[in-house]
């Protein structure tokens, strides 16, 4: 008999190894705790009960996941639209304000390939927390149902067409120089290629592979190599990187350097506030830098931190009053589009950004940091021996064991948004986090220098020894 394990969704959904933790049964166990919570809270609008869209990735076996999860909620008498073919999490989120549905996503998203998952998609964003609970307090309240009536469509011309309305396509077509892409063998794998017919497009791990070439498609710089020598070698005007589900977006600048998302963000800031015109409150997670701060208080406008996690910054952006959001791990996103992250659509402002300003993307961040302050981030992930059960009491106890100084630098504010942010009066930052769901000490620097910002890492490090393996 297989054993029944507790499913919690995480940050960003629920996710486990396959055939372990995510098996059919688990599937169908959150596919019917979903239908329940959908069913009854129509009931309580007393309104019909709306549509749910199923997407899936690349991962192994997730169009049969997929199916399976759809023959749930067809036995629920629920309105089910199957995508016919590989979807991006993005395009689930952009169909579900569309169409007024609720989105189901089967994908782990920047996971390694062992693993497979599923993230629920409302009104063109991720799930909150509400949300997520309720679906978990449904599990196993009945058994699951099982149907066969329902769609499978097609939605890749819709959500190609949301992306070429979002952007200048003529403008972007003007660019003579390659374009490369790396799609790390995830879903939006071909799609750039539909959207710019006549740019020169090279593309990197385009094809399908299950293994994903033996590691996780995580755009970060260690997995990024290929693109950027590639960049080099066929003098790109930029290099574009997604990940697994392609709402994450990584980017290497005409140079071959990586640039981090405490730089990327900054350059998507002056853009859309100068040449787009979009002026309004800027929110990050609390993961992100400085810049952006100072690039609020120049433009005169408001700034805020939130807690990690893309839906938080969706939230702002959807109903907070916020215009531009950005995430320490690639999501970016702003008005006059859906709120959700999209890997895509962040690399097709990049494009029209070089097309309008006729400079690299290089001389662009230069002058960003000649103005705001030079960044170098980096985060590391440490190993724990058990997951943190309480964080209030972790950062508590952290806040005992600092000094007054680090690095000769005075504490100019400690934030609990989530785990402990220490800012300092040089401005520079370190932030200390338990994951939620696993066994690791998430941390977080920024400074004006690698080897500063290698420092507050060390300093972080012994903090949160007697937790280490």
Known sequence: MEKVFEIR??????RGMIAREFTFQNVRRVSQAMAQYMKEEALKEKKSVPPI?????????????????????AGNKIKTILSSEVLTTPAVSFLTHKLKSWGMVITASHNPPTYNGIKIKHDGRGAMEAITHSVEEYIDKDSPAYGNEFEERSFKKDYVAYLKSRVNIAKIKKIKKPI????????????????????????????????????????????????????????????????GDADRFAMIDDKGKYLTPCQIFPLVIRYLVE??????????????????????????????????????VAEALAVGGATIGGEESGGYSWTKAVAERDGLLTALLFLEMVASENKPIS????????????????????????????????????????????????????????GL????????????????????????????????????LDLAKKWVAPNLN
């Open 180 to 243: 490369v892409i790396d799609y790390m063998h995830g879903a939006a794998g071909g799609l750039l290629e539909e959207i710019l017919s006549g740019n020169k497009i090279i593309s990197l791990r385009s094809q399908r592979d299950p293994l994903f070439g033996g590691h996780a498609p995580e755009p970060v710089e260690a997995n990024l190599k290929n693109l950027s020598a590639k960049v080099v070698s066929e003098k790109a005007v930029l290099g574009i990187a997604v990940d």
């Open 9 to 14: 969704f995480g940050t960003d959904g629920w």
């Open 53 to 73: 869209i199923i997407g899936y990735d690349r991962r192994f076996q997730s169009e049969v996941f997929a199916k399976e999860a759809a023959k749930v909620f």
């Open 275 to 312: 040449r787009k015109k979009i002026k309004g409150k800027i929110v990050q997670s609390v993961s992100m830098g400085y810049l952006a701060e100072r690039m609020a208080k120049d433009y005169g406008v408001d700034f805020e931190e939130l807690p990690v996690g893309f839906k938080h």
């Open 363 to 418: 001389q662009m961040w230069n002058e960003i940091s000649g103005k705001y302050g030079k960044s170098f981030f980096k985060r590391m992930d440490f190993h724990l021996h058990k997951p943190v059960a309480d964080k209030n009491l972790f950062v508590s106890r952290l806040i005992k064991k600092l000094p007054k100084k680090i690095l000769g630098s005075e504490i100019k504010n400690l934030i609990q948004i989530d």
């Open 421 to 456: 942010k220490i800012s300092l009066a040089d401005g520079h930052w370190l932030l200390m986090r338990p994951s939620g769901t696993e066994a690791l000490m998430r941390v977080y620097a920024e400074s004006d220098s690698p080897e500063r910002t290698q420092s507050l």
